[in-house]
């Protein structure tokens, strides 16, 4: 076998080794999926909701969330974190990005534009500070910096996830530098893992703060489900809090 197909055969083994040991991180996961295309799902329902409304863009963005959480929870579960962080930043992004639309609808047209107008775009959207009442604004913010800093491009942070400069003893035959292709301590890959499910149940938490007032239905019924999500991450926490990093 190639060391390509060694490498997929690698991947497809982690995952599986994954969903056999973690089996309540993949529920919980299942949950928060579910959570978010359930709020997609009513949004769909309501007529009143046009293209020319912000909430549908806002709609978008979150479907987009959705794929990137899904995409991202694929490689997390095969040790993959370095790939996972970079998809997943997307889907983080998309919901400040959906906050500040809907606190100022009239930026919808900005981020439509923003081929048109980069300048108008990066100012309202990137450099402006997050929205006060934004859930978990300043949490958001450092997991972005953070991505940014450390998983996003290759410079020394990006390479400290994953090269290593092993002593003599450690060494593998004649080996001074190690570059992983996976996520290899048990303790690291369990840190990113509940990282992403915290920071997936914030994304869930921005998109309700931004409908319950104008779909309050929409909130209450999906209320219980959403608690369930947030005992359940405290679960998880409890419950792996001597693997994981601090």
Not at 95 to 103: D, H, L, N, Q
Not at 122 to 145: A, G, H, T, Y
């Amino acid at each position: 076998m190639s060391e390509y197909f060694q490498y997929i055969s690698k991947g497809e083994y982690n995952f599986n080794i994954s969903l056999l040991k973690y089996p309540d991180a993949i529920s919980l996961f299942d949950d928060i999926d579910g959570h978010i295309y359930k709020l997609h799902n009513h949004l769909r329902a309501l007529p009143e909701i046009t293209s020319k409304d912000a909430t549908y863009i806002i709609g978008l963005f979150m479907l987009i969330s959705l794929r990137q959480i899904r995409n991202a929870f694929f490689l997390f579960l095969r040790r993959m974190s370095y790939d996972g962080m970079l998809l997943f930043r997307v889907g983080l992004e998309s919901a400040v990005f959906s906050f500040r639309i809907f606190k100022e609808p009239e930026l919808a047209k900005v981020w439509a534009l923003k081929n048109e107008n980069w300048k108008e775009f990066s100012k309202k959207f990137r450099q402006s500070e997050f929205p006060s009442d934004m859930p978990f604004k300043n949490e958001m913010k450092e997991q972005l910096d953070s991505l940014n800093s450390y998983w996003a491009h290759p410079n020394i942070n990006y390479f400290s996830s994953s090269v290593v400069f092993p002593n003599k003893e450690e060494r593998v035959g004649n080996k001074e530098i190690l570059l992983h292709f996976f996520d290899y301590e048990e303790n690291h890959f369990l840190s990113n893992l509940i990282w992403f499910l915290n920071n997936s149940i914030r994304i869930i938490a921005i998109y309700r703060a931004i409908f319950q007032e104008r779909f309050p239905i929409l909130i209450t019924s999906t209320e219980d489900n959403y608690q369930r999500l947030l005992i359940g991450i405290e679960e998880l926490k409890r419950k792996y809090q001597s693997s994981i990093i601090q």
